[in-house]
């Protein structure tokens, strides 16, 4: 587990908006009396640079130099994702955050929930709509589908080192389209992989993926990527995805690089979605799909304004 950032024992407390203001201060200063020294070895009131949660009563926030915070459910939400959710999501909203922004909100333990509104968030978050999700599926396809023969063609000039990165590249992008496969968020990239291990898949899938990564030359990262390709797309008819395509290997003109045909995958994909509106979509994807800023895709604000923009652009809205 890191134990960096402050690290130790922290609950947040959601309280009803009309009593915050009138109780917050009280409850908080209780603890600040209350709380031990520790829990569990760790210290409960943090000795270094710790940042509690900037604001006031008044505004539905308050921390305090300990691991405990206390919030409304429409504050936190201000805070953390940066918007309240009183509605259910557009898709161009679904895809404007980043999955990890999803985890924010759905995962963590719940120890009770009187007032039912984090629950309810919690629920209304928990996974994709079916046509956003398939419209991600495909947009995963899609980034494999970009580089399907550059292993081979820079490994066959030569260029051995521009093969393993493209490579690698390709594993972590068959990584995500497990993720999303399986319905599952992925989360920031420094637990993606302890997340991907945790799939019903991972024990097929990842002996692929190593053969791709420890390859000494391109024709074995190929045919490792053409294992790999062919798996994940008997997952999806395995999983019952809708517009799932059975795998079949193609090549580029007559040159001897082989791939799965992963743009049949995607065509039938896309005619799986039953909305127009998501099914005339660009190919971009997602947030997280077009963008690899750990700072942008950290923050919501900003994430959400690159996929608008783009989205914006594509549909020739942008401005030039």
């Not at 009396?33 to 943090?46: I, Q």
């Not at 999803?102 to 333990?109: D, K, N, Q, R």
Request: proline residues 5%; hydrophobic residues 45%.
């Amino acid at each position: 587990m890191s134990a960096d950032h402050d690290y130790g024992p922290c609950v947040q407390l959601f309280l009803r908006e009309e009593r915050f203001s009138t109780v917050a201060v009280d409850i908080m200063q209780a603890l600040d009396r209350s709380l031990p020294a520790s829990f569990e070895g760790r210290a409960v009131r943090y000795p270094t640079n710790v940042r509690p949660p900037a604001g006031h009563a008044d505004k539905g926030v308050l921390g305090s130099y300990h691991g405990v915070e206390l919030y409304t459910v429409s504050a936190w939400c201000d805070q953390f994702p940066g918007r309240q959710f009183a509605a259910e999501l557009t898709a161009s909203e679904w895809l404007s955050y980043s999955e990890q922004m999803f985890l924010t909100v759905t995962t963590g333990a719940v120890f009770r929930d009187d007032i039912g509104g984090l629950s309810a968030l919690r629920t209304r978050l928990a996974y994709f709509p079916r046509d956003v999700w398939l419209y991600k599926l495909a947009a995963q396809w899609g980034r494999i589908a970009e580089e399907r023969a550059y292993v081979g063609r820079t490994g066959d000039v030569g260029d051995e080192l521009g093969s393993r990165v493209i490579a690698a590249r390709m594993v972590g992008n068959i990584m995500r389209l497990a993720m999303l496969i399986e319905r599952r968020y992925s989360p920031y990239p420094k637990w993606f992989g302890t997340a991907f291990s945790r799939l019903d898949c991972a024990p097929d899938l990842t002996p692929f993926l190593e053969r791709v990564m420890m390859a000494q030359n391109w024709q074995e990262r190929e045919a490792g990527l053409l294992e790999a390709c062919h798996f994940m797309a008997e997952l999806q008819i395995a999983k019952s995805v809708p517009g799932a395509l059975a795998p079949a290997v193609g090549s580029l003109h007559a040159r001897p690089y082989r791939f799965i045909d992963s743009l049949k995958i995607i065509d039938a994909l896309r005619a799986a979605i039953e909305d127009d509106d998501v099914r005339q979509l660009p190919e971009s994807g997602a947030a997280d799909q077009f963008l690899s800023s750990n700072y942008v895709l950290a923050v919501p604000a900003y994430a959400s304004a690159a996929t608008i923009a783009l989205l914006n652009t594509t549909l020739g809205r942008g401005r030039n």
